[in-house]
């Protein structure tokens, strides 16, 4: 268990931060980065979550708690080094499980015949803003993924959330409908 007594340290104030595993990074690296992207995209999440229903709101609870973890595996590169513990990893059951819910989600709604704007009720357009900064986690982390270790079950977990949050947006916008893109309509 995490237990934060004091907030500040003043250990960053050189313009590094640590890692959960110990070493330090300048705040620009591409892994301290990547794993504020993550915590941007779960900032969004919870904005979204303002406007969420009880049922959708129990699942997006979960995947915020769950982009933590993702957040800690991140923190924590796999170095192949002993660390004395048992790092925490995203695992392949919390992407089946959002699939899963993707496929729920999915199934109560229409066939897309054009692209959608990111727009609608509240909480389709908090979902959409979510789902703009989970694209650019992805596109950290595939970039990390390149120089350093990074988990097959954490890259496709960030993919499926992009996923999970357009299909969840579709949801929210049920009744009144997507706004969809009229190709060049303002010519």
């Known amino acids: 268990m995490v237990k934060l007594n004091k907030i500040y340290t003043r250990t960053g104030d ?13 705040k620009h690296d591409l892994r301290v980065d990547t794993y504020g992207a993550v915590d941007e995209a779960n900032a969004a999440i919870g ?20 982009m933590f973890d993702l957040g800690a595996d991140l923190a924590t590169p796999d170095t192949g080094e002993d660390l ?37 009720t509240a909480l389709a357009a ?6 703009t900064v989970a694209r650019r986690a992805e596109r950290l982390m595939t970039a ?27 949801v929210a916008n049920l009744g009144q409908g997507d706004v969809l893109w009229a190709p060049g309509k303002t010519r």
Not at 53 to 64: G, N, W
Not at 85 to 113: F, M, T, W
Request: charged share 25%.
């Open 14 to 26: 050189d313009g590094t931060t640590g890692l959960a595993s110990g070493p330090r990074r300048p």
């Open 47 to 66: 904005l979204a979550r303002l406007h969420a229903a009880p049922e959708l709101d129990v699942i997006l609870s979960r995947v915020q708690n769950e």
């Open 84 to 120: 004395g513990y048992e790092p925490l990893r995203i695992v392949q059951s919390q992407v089946d499980r959002l699939e899963g819910d993707i496929d729920a989600l999915n199934a109560q709604l229409e066939p897309l015949k054009s692209f959608v704007l990111p727009a609608g």
């Open 126 to 131: 908090n979902l959409h803003l979510a789902r």
């Open 144 to 170: 990390l993924a390149e120089r350093e270790a990074v988990s097959k079950p954490a890259l496709a977990y960030v993919n499926r959330l992009s996923d999970f949050l357009f299909v969840a947006a579709r």
